[in-house]
């Protein structure tokens, strides 16, 4: 007599996941992540990064109980140089997806969209806390992949009429800003001046907004620092804004807020809020028009596992999708 067999594993493609996932589908299972993580039905630890020649490797996991249990651990690549001398995306990976009650491999998923829709995502879900409602003035800070999600996810969640777009490379802010109705600009701080939202969503290694150029009341989604050699925001800009971060913890060890405070002029009990207790009414958002509020964004897996949760309910009903019997493994 045979005992139960093994599930088949799924195999779903970057292809998959778009036909499965509208923006509005991760922002809804991105603040379900983090109203998980508040009331303790959700948990992920630090990440884990491995420096390369080229680049850097980071893996993030992380555990939710949604209906069912499910776990996912993401490991990605990050090579900013891929696009202009290989042709490869910037970012590529896969996440590994499992039922949580009884470590059985469900799905391997291509981690591309699902990294980038998931960020700005979290950033849109900050953003209905943390910007003024008659935000109409967007820019964004890096023209690839994520600067495009960026700009649907935000459009998506406030009233922007004007869209600019800045990159170190001029060729790339164009290019967008072609595709998206939007402008592309040269001067940077003065275009930093005159939004009601940024976003930034670069490599940089030094901070690209400083206090003299951030007007009162903007909302800023710092999202480019998930490492501790990256830095967008300048330490004073840090100090003067309320800061609300993803993973406080997270962010003290790998974001803006590690800058910040091995500068001295911030603690991480400095920080206003987590993105989870603003989502269960544990602390307040925007408090007054004036206030400059920074997201600090470094990318927890509660994004990737709900998010990947919701795909996979999708796709398991899928013909199409091609799947692969786990003891073949």
């Known amino acids: 007599m045979t005992g139960p067999q093994p599930p088949h594993t799924l195999v779903i493609t970057r292809q998959d996941i778009v036909r499965a996932m509208k923006p509005a ?11 998980a993580a508040a009331t303790g039905k959700a948990s ?3 990440p884990m990064h491995l420096d390369v020649a080229r680049g850097t490797f980071h ?11 499910f776990v996912a651990i993401k490991v990605n690549g990050n090579f900013p140089g891929n ?17 949580g009650s009884n470590g059985s491999l469900l799905a ?5 969209e699902v990294s980038i829709q998931r960020t700005a995502a979290a950033s849109a879900l900050a953003a209905k806390y943390l910007a003024r409602l008659d935000s109409r003035t967007l820019l964004v800070c890096g023209c690839g992949e994520q600067g495009r999600a960026h700009v649907e996810h935000l ?11 800045w990159d170190r490379d001029r060729e790339r802010s164009e290019r967008l800003a072609g595709q998206i109705d939007a402008v592309a600009i040269v001067d940077l701080n003065a275009a930093a001046r005159s939004a009601d939202v940024i976003a930034t969503c670069t490599p940089s290694r030094e901070p690209l907004l400083d206090a003299s150029i951030v ?5 800023i989604a710092a999202v480019g620092t998930d490492n501790a050699s990256k830095s967008e925001i300048a330490p004073a800009l840090m100090a003067a ?3 609300v971060t993803d993973v406080t913890a997270q962010c003290s060890e790998m974001g803006d807020l590690r800058h910040a405070i091995e500068a001295g002029v911030m603690t991480a009990a400095d920080v206003h809020a987590e993105l989870a207790e603003l989502v269960i009414g544990a602390r307040a958002g925007r408090g007054s028009p004036d206030q400059i509020i920074i997201f600090d964004s470094t990318g927890t897996g509660l994004q990737d596992v709900a998010s990947v949760a919701t795909i996979y309910e999708r796709c398991s009903g899928d013909a199409s999708i091609q799947s692969i019997a786990l003891s073949a493994l």
């Not at 589908?25 to 109203?35: G, I, K, M, P, T």
């Not at 696009?83 to 039922?99: R, V």
């Not at 459009?155 to 777009?165: Q, S």
């Open 108 to 112: 391997i998923l291509d981690s591309i």
């Open 215 to 219: 007007a009162p009341g903007t909302f």
């Open 241 to 243: 804004a309320t800061v």
């Open 25 to 35: 589908d991760y922002l809804s299972a991105v603040e379900q992540a983090f109203r």
């Open 44 to 46: 992920s630890p630090m």
């Open 155 to 165: 459009r998506a969640v406030l009233p922007i009429e004007r869209i600019m777009l």
């Open 83 to 99: 696009p202009a001398e290989l042709g490869l995306p910037t970012i590529q990976g896969a996440i590994l997806f499992f039922d």
């Open 59 to 69: 893996g993030k996991g992380a555990s939710i109980s949604a209906g069912r249990d």
